[in-house]
């Protein structure tokens, strides 16, 4: 089975004039019931920030927590001691574990940034709260699948607390992906950046595919400069 989610059917949300969000799941004041997320994956939230504006200090427990960052810089702190900025094709983790406080603030005071926000449900609880940054890599920009995050930190990527991978791809002009899928897993497909085409499906940013027990090749197509994201899950 293939699930549609077209980016502009999302959740919208907007605050204080420095805040502008689009949800793929419910979230906050945004409620769904057909969108409460997909296996683990539980939000993907692609938030732009105005120069100065940001999350000021708040708590989380239990979930796995990935930003990656589109354009522009973000600023971390949380009570774990965690804490750094990470710019455009990088990505950040924060494991909740049994409780931290954190706040997300835009670096810049004039630019923007872009970014998308995803949490993960993790396969224990009351862990110990952890942190990381993973810095773009030579080859990051080949136009294959590149490993960001990992329930075993291979190929240089981030361990989270998971059976999940997150592949993330940057594709130049007419550039052809390939991905064989396991019916036994599930699979979620999210574009961050430009149009493709994929399983006879043309998505631009902000649109994804789910697949459920949907085994063999999956062919992704650029149409121009692309990036997108996929999420390699749990049945």
């Known amino acids: 089975m293939i699930i549609e989610r077209p980016g502009q059917e999302r959740g919208h949300a907007k605050h204080g004039g420095w805040l502008d969000s689009r949800h793929t799941f419910s979230f906050g004041n945004y409620y769904d019931p057909q969108w409460m997320g997909f296996g683990p994956l539980r939000v993907i939230n692609e938030d732009r920030v105005a120069g100065g504006g940001g999350f000021p200090p708040h708590g989380h427990a239990n979930m796995e927590i990935l930003s990656l960052v589109l354009d522009g810089q973000l600023a971390h702190q949380d009570s774990s001691g965690g804490g750094g900025t990470i710019g455009r094709g990088e990505v950040q983790w924060m494991s909740a574990g049994h409780g931290v406080q954190h706040s997300e603030f835009n670096a810049s005071k004039t630019e923007g940034v872009h970014f998308l926000q995803i949490w993960i449900q993790p396969d224990r609880v009351n862990a110990p709260p952890a ?26 990527s981030i361990g989270i607390r998971q059976d999940a991978r997150l592949y993330r791809a940057t594709l130049a002009g007419d550039a052809t992906l390939h991905r064989v899928l396991d019916s036994d897993r599930r699979y979620w497909l999210q574009v961050a950046r430009g149009t493709v085409l994929a399983s006879d499906h043309v998505l631009r940013a902000g649109d994804a595919l789910g697949f459920v027990e949907e085994g063999g090749p999956l062919v992704v197509e650029a149409n121009g400069d692309a990036e997108v994201l996929l999420f390699d899950l749990p049945h």
Do not use: K, T
């Open 131 to 156: 942190y990381a940054q993973r810095a773009p890599q030579p080859g990051d920009d080949s136009g294959d699948w590149v490993l960001l995050a990992s329930p075993d930190g291979a190929d240089g």
